[in-house]
């Protein structure tokens, strides 16, 4: 796993032990280099809770636990690596509904989500109706 991969699974770890800063944990993943399933309509999603949620994973070991998981025959070969920052600031808005960021959904830990709020996405794509928020990954 690269290094820039590395410290944004360290800072996941951190906050789901109850002792990571959320700003930092939002910093790393703006700056990591994400997996993102494809597919011929574009890029793996799944909604629930009233938002689409994009799903990127870490490394290709965890890409590789959600594909077995998600159809044991049916493997996810295609993927494309962008930018966190990208992620949340141009293709989240672009989808033109409340839409976060799921990252590694398929892990023992559980998923660490990035909502569609103030911080994380742009102001004008937050469903917080721009209300200052501390920022920071929602786990499940």
């Known amino acids: 796993m690269g290094q820039p991969r590395a410290m944004l699974a360290q800072r996941i770890s951190e906050q789901r032990a109850g002792i990571g800063d959320p700003r930092a944990l939002v910093g790393e993943m703006r700056r990591t280099v994400l997996l993102v399933p494809s597919t011929d309509a574009g890029l793996w999603s799944a909604r629930s809770g009233g938002v689409r949620w994009v799903c990127a994973f870490t490394d290709e070991t965890a890409l590789a ?76």
Request: hydrophobic share 45%; aromatic share 6%; net charge negative.
């Open 65 to 140: 636990h959600f594909a077995v998981r998600r159809a044991p025959g049916d493997r996810l070969t295609d993927y494309v690596a962008l930018l966190g920052a990208r992620i949340v600031d141009e293709i989240l808005p672009a989808l033109d509904e409340p839409a976060g960021l799921a990252v590694d959904i398929a892990s023992e830990g559980g998923a660490m989500f990035f909502p569609p709020v103030t911080g994380i996405v742009p102001e004008s794509a937050a469903v917080d109706s721009g209300a200052a928020v501390a920022g920071g990954g929602y786990e499940r």
